[in-house]
């Protein structure tokens, strides 16, 4: 389904991104930790709006307008953040096809920035710990090739590790076949010239 900007059909966002003979071979999730950060901030506002709110009630202050200015400063202040959050968390994600990386950021119902990245244009990809690696996540790290652009990070990202040992024999699968189709018939016709000169000898 898709709401403004906010695509919630991720099957549909990956197939759009992929040509006849092109298989997705992996798909990556943040893990539920970037949620629960995100999360902190908003929850602290609320608690905080509860108890100023309760606390001009039992004062007897006019109770039911502190009530409804809570409510219209929560929605205001507050909502945007955890749906923010929410969004970020459930709906980015990146997949790996057997020629690309597609990494889909989605921050909100009005904002979609999807990025697909080549297999050719990669020179490596590593991981970094968070937290100590006491939780099952880490940063990956894409190191493209010089003059190409920036390295990439995805932060929050599970078992990062085992994530990129996939891409990285992905990226080496393709570069293979590249190679076989580009000097595969040269290296054919070489053996050919090596086995006539051979037999002719």
Same mark, same amino acid.
């Given at each position: 389904?898709?709401i403004f900007a906010?695509?919630?059909?991720?099957?549909?966002l990956?197939?759009?991104?992929?040509?006849?003979g092109?298989r997705?071979?992996?798909?990556v999730?943040?893990?539920?930790f970037r949620?629960?950060?995100?999360?902190l901030m908003?929850?602290?506002?609320t608690?905080?709006?509860?108890?100023?709110v309760?606390?001009?009630?039992?004062?007897?202050?006019t109770?039911?307008?502190?009530?409804l200015?809570g409510i219209?400063?929560?929605?205001?202040?507050?909502?945007?953040?955890?749906?923010?959050?929410f969004?970020?968390?459930?709906?980015?994600?990146?997949?790996?096809?057997t020629?690309?990386?597609?990494?889909v950021?989605?921050s909100s119902?009005f904002?979609?920035?999807?990025t697909?990245i080549?297999?050719?244009?990669?020179?490596s990809v590593?991981?970094?710990t =968070?937290?100590w %690696?006491?939780?099952?996540?880490g940063?990956? $790290?894409?190191? &493209?090739k010089?003059?190409?652009?920036q390295? #990439?990070?995805?932060?929050?990202i599970?078992?990062?590790?085992h994530?990129a040992? =996939?891409i990285? %024999?992905t990226v080496?699968?393709?570069q293979? $076949?590249?190679d &076989?189709?580009r000097?595969g018939d040269?290296? #054919?016709?070489?053996?050919?010239v090596g086995?006539?000169?051979?037999?002719?000898?």
């Amino acid at each position: 389904m898709r709401i403004f900007a906010l695509e919630t059909d991720t099957e549909r966002l990956k197939r759009d991104f992929l040509y006849e003979g092109e298989r997705e071979v992996l798909m990556v999730r943040y893990h539920w930790f970037r949620f629960f950060l995100g999360t902190l901030m908003p929850v602290i506002f609320t608690i905080l709006i509860i108890a100023v709110v309760t606390g001009v009630w039992f004062a007897g202050l006019t109770g039911w307008i502190a009530i409804l200015a809570g409510i219209l400063v929560w929605f205001v202040a507050v909502f945007p953040s955890l749906l923010r959050s929410f969004i970020d968390w459930r709906y980015d994600f990146a997949f790996v096809t057997t020629d690309k990386v597609v990494l889909v950021d989605q921050s909100s119902l009005f904002r979609q920035r999807i990025t697909p990245i080549n297999m050719e244009n990669f020179a490596s990809v590593s991981t970094e710990t =968070q937290f100590w %690696n006491l939780l099952p996540f880490g940063t990956l $790290r894409f190191h &493209l090739k010089s003059g190409i652009g920036q390295d #990439l990070f995805l932060t929050y990202i599970g078992r990062a590790d085992h994530v990129a040992a =996939q891409i990285a %024999n992905t990226v080496t699968e393709y570069q293979r $076949r590249k190679d &076989l189709r580009r000097y595969g018939d040269t290296s #054919l016709a070489s053996d050919g010239v090596g086995e006539s000169e051979h037999n002719a000898a």
